[in-house]
C-alpha cells in the first residue's frame, strides 16, 4: 500500500490567466493522486458496478491518454505518437486496469504530465495553435488547458465515488 500523502498545492486566487491555468491543472492533477494515496493496487483497480469498468487505476490510465492526446500530439504537433495503452488508438484501453499496477500507471501518467508541463512552459503564449486530428480543427494551448483541467474536474468526482466505494473516504 502507497502511505504517502500526496502534496497538493491550492491554485492562485490572484494571477495571470497562465498562472491560473497552470495552478488549477496542477491542482486537479495532485486530487486525482490524493483519490489514490493509501490503497494497494486491488483497491485501485476495484470497479465501480456493473456494466460499468471504470477504477481509479483507469481513470489514472485514462488521464496518461488524455495529457498525450492533447498536449504532446495536438499542441507538440507528436500525431504519429500511439497512444499510451492502444496502437489503434482506441482511449477506452486505458479504462481496462484489470492487468495494471500502480506503479505501471502512475509512471505512465507522470511521464505525460511532465511531457505537458514542459510543452506548456516552453510555448510562447497561450494563443500557441495545434491541431486535434480526431476533431480535424486547429485548437490552442489555451482551449487544451480548459480542456485537460474539465477532463480532470469530472473524472475527480468520479474518483470520489471510486474512492468511498473502496474504503469509505470522502472528500478531497
Not at 17 to 35: C, I, P, S, V
Not at 93 to 108: G, I, L, T, W
Not at 141 to 158: C, S
Request: aromatic content about 6%; proline content about 4%; hydrophobic content about 40%.
Amino acid at each position: 500500500m502507497d502511505s504517502d500523502a500526496t502534496e497538493r498545492i491550492p491554485p492562485p486566487i490572484i494571477g495571470g490567466e497562465r498562472e491560473m491555468l497552470r495552478g488549477f491543472l496542477d491542482y486537479h492533477r495532485a486530487t486525482l493522486a490524493m483519490k489514490c494515496d493509501g490503497l494497494s493496487d486491488d483497491q485501485l483497480r476495484e470497479k465501480s458496478m456493473p456494466p460499468s469498468t471504470l477504477s481509479l487505476l483507469g481513470l489514472v490510465r485514462h488521464m496518461a491518454e488524455v495529457e498525450r492526446a492533447w498536449f504532446r500530439r495536438a499542441i507538440n504537433g507528436e500525431r504519429d505518437l500511439p497512444l499510451v495503452w492502444s496502437n489503434e488508438g482506441d482511449f477506452q484501453v486505458a479504462y481496462d486496469a484489470s492487468a495494471s499496477s500502480r506503479s505501471e500507471a502512475f509512471d505512465a501518467w507522470q511521464a505525460e504530465v511532465e511531457h505537458s508541463r514542459r510543452i506548456e512552459r516552453e510555448a510562447e503564449s497561450l494563443d500557441v495553435i495545434g491541431h486535434q486530428p480526431r476533431w480535424g480543427e486547429d485548437v490552442s494551448l489555451r482551449m487544451v488547458m480548459v480542456h485537460v483541467l474539465l477532463e480532470y474536474a469530472r473524472h475527480n468526482g468520479h474518483a470520489d465515488f471510486l474512492r468511498e466505494g473502496v474504503d469509505g473516504t470522502v472528500g478531497a
